[in-house]
């Protein structure tokens, strides 16, 4: 178990609110990833941290934002939620000098926008 | 253009019966592949990395091979619990970005 948390787990939520998905990790690993996943897409990565306040952008990273101010948590804030948003996220580590492609995920976090 | 495909779609074995999943790529300067297990409900569970072509990895029941243009999820003897969707993803030279295909939704019935 790589402590991984999402929270929340399931949020509904109307279009233009702001949301903020929270991952907390409980060990002080430095590579963060956020990803979404949606029929007929598979997961698509948004955003990934590699320390502290460095973040770079994922392949879907329009209408999303993130911030990592400690090692622990890395947050993913949608400005304005819009129904194109709805979907599952997953937060995922990289455990150590483990390869880029070997990850750990968190259980998700169900986004509906209404 | 998708870079990881998969296929089939879905895939229903009984019990017993072995078969073959497909991950075919078309990236350049691979830097590894990489197969997951994602249960309903759940996150993708890492299960293999492969580097380069004739390598192989076994688990189980489960065997992964890589050529330089595909690779193969060998399932031998199925069991329900091997019910599952299986991802495939890679990684290509001077990238830090993971790309998944879309999955193979496994189903074996008892």
């Known amino acids: 178990d790589a402590g991984i948390t999402q929270s929340p787990r399931h949020k509904v939520t109307e279009t233009g609110t702001p949301v903020t998905l929270r991952c907390h990790q409980t060990?002080?690993?430095?590579?963060m990833y956020w990803y979404r996943q949606d029929p007929g897409h598979g997961l698509r990565l948004i955003h990934y941290?590699?320390?502290?306040?460095?973040?770079d952008k994922g392949e879907v990273s329009d209408g999303y934002s993130v911030s990592r101010s400690k090692t622990e948590d890395f947050l993913l804030t949608l400005e304005s939620a819009t129904s194109s948003q709805t979907s599952v996220y997953f937060c995922?580590?990289?455990?150590?000098?483990?390869?880029?492609?070997?990850?750990?995920f968190g259980e998700g976090s169900r986004l509906t926008v209404l | 253009e998708d870079q990881v495909t998969q296929s089939p779609e879905a895939l229903r074995l009984q019990e017993g019966e072995s078969s073959s999943l497909n991950c075919s790529y078309t990236?350049?300067?691979?830097?590894?592949l990489f197969w997951y297990r994602q249960d309903p409900g759940k996150g993708p569970e890492f299960l293999f990395t492969?580097?380069?072509a004739g390598e192989e990895k076994e688990k189980e029941r489960l065997k992964a091979t890589l050529t330089k243009k595909e690779s193969f999820l060998h399932i031998t003897a199925p069991k329900p619990e091997d019910s599952a969707t299986y991802l495939c993803?890679?990684?290509?030279?001077?990238?830090?970005?993971?790309?998944f295909g879309k999955g193979t939704k496994l189903t074996v019935n008892p």
């Open positions: 995922a580590i990289r455990i150590g000098l483990a390869s880029t492609g070997e990850l750990f």
């Open positions: 060990e002080n690993h430095r590579y």
């Open positions: 941290s590699y320390g502290v306040k460095d973040t």
């Open positions: 990236v350049s300067g691979l830097r590894g």
């Open positions: 492969l580097y380069s």
């Open positions: 993803a890679v990684i290509q030279g001077g990238s830090e970005k993971l790309v």
